[in-house]
């Protein structure tokens, strides 16, 4: 049997299989080789001065592991990685609590004028960070609007001192800054959710609790877990609200460690190996939000 013309007009016009894959290749080649160029190689030349020494001003590349050792037996250093760890920890779980009910706000209840509610949440993105911080310690300065308003209603006589330079004033600052990277992932998460389902357990007899544990919350797993990864890793990474809010005795985070590493000590192979097991975290933390599907990956 021979084809017609048609036929093979029709054939020609389709590319065979073999192309299809060179072609995704070849999108994917772009971002790959700018994470591999611009990320990952400088990651492990920065990681690699784990394990070189410093000689006076210059860096000695001879294998070493002594700032491993220092990093685990120096007692600062894991006393400040805790701290570091439980402050992320709290402002991660307060922002998941203070994050979904404006979440589900915007994307069950605000039928008009979500738009702009939307704005209003990313809004504070728009400023710089320093301004974000920079308010907040005006806010809980002894002289600030809080200790002010404190004041004034009675509930004090004299202002707060441990509102600022303390973890309290971190605590704040960060749940603060860092929230909108919680209400966005928990948002779209929520805002996908089909009403039928939430109507299908009110007909079923689940009262209002009983929907959000066995329907609203699983399923919205992925966005918390997403939204924790950020916070969390924010939080975890930071040193300039620990400097501005911070600064006292016992407030120090690991960030601010490695940043006086990096830039007043001059000791890049301590710093880099002050990095390492807060990316064993982080890796911990994104290999636990993948399992969640928090990555978007497909479970099916």
Not at 79 to 85: A, G, Q, S, W
Not at 221 to 247: E, K, N, W
Request: charged letters at 10%; hydrophobic letters at 55%; aromatic letters at 12%.
């Amino acid at each position: 049997m021979v084809a017609s013309a048609p036929q093979l007009a029709e054939f020609e016009s389709h590319p065979a299989p073999t192309q299809r894959p060179r072609g995704i290749l070849a999108l994917l080649a772009a971002p790959i080789t700018w994470m591999v160029v611009f990320y990952l190689i400088p990651l492990l030349i920065l990681l690699a001065h784990a394990f070189w020494s410093v000689d006076y001003l210059t860096i000695d590349r001879t294998f070493t592991l002594e700032n491993i050792k220092t990093v685990f037996t120096n007692s600062l250093y894991p006393t400040v990685l805790i701290r570091t760890f439980l402050m992320a920890t709290a402002v991660t779980l307060t922002s998941i609590v203070i994050a979904f009910p404006i979440s589900w706000f915007l994307a069950k209840k605000a039928d008009r004028n979500k738009e702009l509610l939307l704005i209003l949440v990313i809004f504070p993105l728009w400023s710089s960070y320093l301004v974000r911080a920079f308010a907040w310690k005006t806010i809980l300065g002894t002289n600030g609007i809080l200790n002010s308003v404190l004041q004034w209603s009675g509930l004090t006589h004299e202002p707060v001192s441990w509102f600022l330079y303390s973890k309290t004033g971190m605590f704040i600052t960060f749940c603060h800054v860092w929230l909108p990277f919680m209400i966005l992932p928990l948002y779209t998460i929520l805002d996908r959710l089909p009403n039928a389902l939430l109507e299908a357990s009110d007909d079923l007899g689940g009262g209002s609790w009983a929907t959000f544990r066995r329907v609203v919350l699983p399923l919205s797993l992925p966005g918390i877990v997403a939204g924790s990864l950020a916070v969390f890793s924010l939080t975890m990474g930071d040193y300039i609200t620990p400097s501005l809010i911070g600064g006292s005795p016992g407030t120090e985070l690991i960030g601010g460690i490695v940043a006086d590493q990096f830039g007043v000590a001059n000791n890049w192979p301590l710093g880099a190996a002050l990095i390492l097991p807060i990316l064993v975290i982080l890796m911990a933390f994104v290999l636990i939000a993948n399992q969640f599907g928090a990555l978007g990956r497909d479970e099916g």
